[in-house]
Nanobody, 115 residues
Framework: QVQLVESGGGLVQPGGSLSLSCAAS????????MGWYRQAPGKQRELVAR???????RYADSVKGRFTISRDNAKSTVYLQMNSLKPEDTAVYYC?????????WGQGTQVTVSS
């Protein structure tokens, strides 16, 4: 069992930056593929970025060059650095841990990009 707690969301102006954190409790963090997803009102949840246990990363086309995912296995934490934020980045951002079909979700953190 893995529990995930996100933090770092908030309100930011277009062009600004935010950093999200997701702290995991439970064993085996090192082996999980960790991901950030987002869900905007009226839209399906979508993958933003993910990082595998061997640090391979994948990004949605819409965030490439602006967002960076990283992980600190010693702290059982995954991060999402978001730069050059746009209004269309507004959503609830969810942390996900995945291992061979076992998936866990955090409760989500709101990110709002607005002037």
């Amino acid at each position: 069992q893995v529990q995930l707690v996100e933090s770092g969301g908030g309100l930011v102006q277009p062009g600004g930056s935010l950093s999200l954190s997701c702290a995991a409790s439970g064993s085996g963090f090192t082996f999980y593929t960790m991901g950030w997803y987002r869900q905007a009102p009226g839209k399906q949840r979508e993958l933003v970025a993910r990082i595998s246990s061997d640090y391979n990363t994948r990004y949605a086309d819409s965030v490439k060059g602006r967002f960076t995912i990283s992980r600190d296995n010693a702290k059982s934490t995954v991060y999402l650095q978001m730069n050059s934020l746009k209004p269309e980045d507004t959503a609830v951002y969810y942390c996900n841990a995945n291992l061979v079909g076992l998936g866990y979700w955090g409760q989500g953190t709101q990110v709002t990009v607005s002037s």
